[in-house]
Every structure is written in structure tokens, then in C-alpha cells.
């Protein structure tokens, strides 16, 4: 079974300094990871994902994320925030091809102006 | 293009009541799941399908019914509400090599 850890559940960065949040998976098959970010009263939107092939792959909004595998990793990063930013940030891993979606506890980033 | 609709947007049951959360999607998506999304929790998994006719456990399934009959819709059905049920239940779709589209949302509480 997959499971998701998001490291901080509470992220403050001011504008334009580099957001950088964290998250670890654990799987049995290579893994599919994704990023989803929500905004308040909203459902959730698909910044990135990871399937196969370069392990560095780049989302909208100027986020990207690096997959890791000795690390068990797939941070996500943006190299200058904007007050846009703030919101909640999921990580997800599913096992193909059962394709079920296991989602961390989220962090939510507050940006400072 | 609708996407993935769900109604109702928000909803107050009393313990022991029944009800049925609706999501349609109209992208012709084979895989289709439902979430609930409580403080520190992140989103856990209710019950999933893989096409029409097949479906299976999530997470936490108890507690909640689910069938789908068509590509389009997959409903889900509470049996015997439970203030334990209190929470925001999203539905999402997607097919093979995409991620998933959420709609936007049932907010439920259960008194």
C-alpha cells in the first residue's frame, strides 16, 4: 500500500523568496505522484505530475518538482512567491494500475508581502 | 464542458437520515472516485470505479454506498447519516494517463 508524508503542515514564506515544500512516499511499485493545490472554498486543481520518463517536471503557475527515488522524494518548488500562492498543497501517490490516489495532510502556504 | 459537477453544494442532515451526494462528469472519463476531506487529514478515499458497472473500496468505506451504472454518473449514497460523517466530500474523474478533476465540493453536516 502507498502512503503519503507532507513535512510541515504550515509553510510562511514572504513574496518573492523561494517556496519549497516537502514530500515523502512510500510505495510497492513505482509510483504515479502529483501535486494538487486548493484554494479556499474550492475543489482541488492539478499543478504537476509524474508518470514516467524526466524526473524533474514542471507545473503551471512556475511550480516544478523533482522526483527522487533513492530519496523516496518529490518535492515541489517555486523559485519566487506571490501572494497568489497562498493556499493548501496535497501531495498524492497511486500504485498502477489500481490507480487509487493516496494524499498527504496537506500544507498551506501563507505568503507575507 | 461542465467537467465534474456535484449537487448539492451544501447539505444538513439529522443523525439517522439517508441521502445521495451526485456527481456527473461529462469528459467521457473512465475512473471516477470519491473523497472526503477533513482538518489535518488530508483527503481519504470512499469508494472508486474503474468503469462502468465496477467498483470498489476505498479507505474508509463504511458507512457509504456506491453504483455506477453509467460513465457519466457516480452517485454516492449515505445510509444512516452519522455526525461522524460531517465533512466536505469532493468527487473526481479522469482517464488513463491524466490526473484527476475534482468538482468543486459537498459540504455536509450531520446534527
Known amino acids: 500500500a502507498q502512503s503519503v508524508t507532507q513535512l510541515g503542515s504550515h509553510v510562511s514564506v514572504s513574496e518573492g523568496a523561494l517556496v519549497l515544500l516537502r514530500c515523502n512516499y512510500s510505495s510497492s511499485v513505482p509510483p504515479y505522484l502529483f501535486w494538487y493545490v486548493q484554494y479556499p472554498n474550492q475543489g482541488l486543481q492539478l499543478l504537476l505530475k509524474y508518470t514516467t520518463g524526466a524526473t524533474l517536471v514542471k507545473g503551471i503557475n512556475g511550480f516544478e518538482a523533482e522526483f527522487k527515488k533513492s530519496e523516496t522524494s518529490f518535492h515541489l518548488t517555486k523559485p519566487s512567491a506571490h501572494m497568489s500562492d497562498a493556499a493548501e498543497y496535497f501531495c498524492?501517490?497511486?500504485?498502477?494500475?489500481?490507480?487509487?490516489?493516496?494524499f498527504g495532510a496537506g500544507t498551506t502556504v501563507t505568503v507575507r508581502a | 464542458n461542465a467537467g465534474v459537477t456535484q449537487t448539492p453544494k451544501f447539505q444538513v442532515l439529522k443523525t439517522g437520515q439517508s441521502m445521495t451526494l451526485q456527481c456527473a462528469q461529462d469528459?467521457?472519463?473512465?475512473?471516477m472516485s470519491w473523497y472526503r476531506q477533513d482538518p489535518g487529514m488530508g483527503l481519504r478515499l470512499i469508494h472508486y470505479?474503474?468503469?462502468?458497472?465496477?467498483?470498489d473500496q476505498g479507505e474508509v468505506p463504511n458507512g457509504y454506498n456506491v453504483s455506477r451504472s453509467t460513465t457519466e454518473d457516480f452517485p454516492l449514497r449515505l445510509l444512516s447519516a452519522a455526525p461522524s460523517q460531517t465533512s466536505v466530500y469532493f468527487c473526481?474523474?479522469?482517464?488513463?494517463?491524466?490526473?484527476?478533476?475534482f468538482g468543486s465540493g459537498t459540504r455536509l453536516t450531520v446534527v
Open positions: 498524492a501517490v497511486s500504485d498502477p494500475p489500481r490507480d487509487k490516489l493516496s
Open positions: 470505479s474503474v468503469g462502468a458497472g465496477i467498483t
Open positions: 469528459m467521457n472519463h473512465e475512473y
Open positions: 473526481a474523474s479522469r482517464t488513463q494517463g491524466y490526473g484527476y478533476t
